[in-house]
């Protein structure tokens, strides 16, 4: 039984490439969630007074511009650095 040597590789490197497109997902993903808790953990200290349990409408409005402000910050610094990126500045 003949081996295809070139179709093995073939195989081992679109098995290599997928392997590395599911680990860019999964970090992509860990990241996100790190955001996430990051963004949790700072809105909670700035705008919880005292737990209840109900949030008050001065409660809700902080948490929510709290966490707009958090998601403006990381798409404009990621931005920034794609762009940059994009024009070579970053080596």
């Known amino acids: 039984m003949a081996f295809d040597l070139s179709s093995a590789s073939a195989s081992e490197n679109a098995e290599a490439s997928e392997l590395q497109r599911m680990i860019a997902v999964e970090q992509q993903k860990a990241q996100f969630e ?3 808790h990051t963004s949790t953990d700072m809105c909670w200290d700035k705008c919880m007074d005292k737990p209840s349990s109900k949030l008050d409408s001065r409660t809700e409005t902080c948490l929510a511009s709290c966490v707009e402000r958090f998601i403006d910050t990381t798409l404009t610094i990621t931005n920034r650095f794609t ?4 024009k070579g500045g970053m080596h």
Do not use: D, E, G
């Not at 762009?83 to 994009?86: E, I, K, L």
């Open 34 to 36: 790190a955001q996430v």
């Open 83 to 86: 762009h940059m990126a994009q």
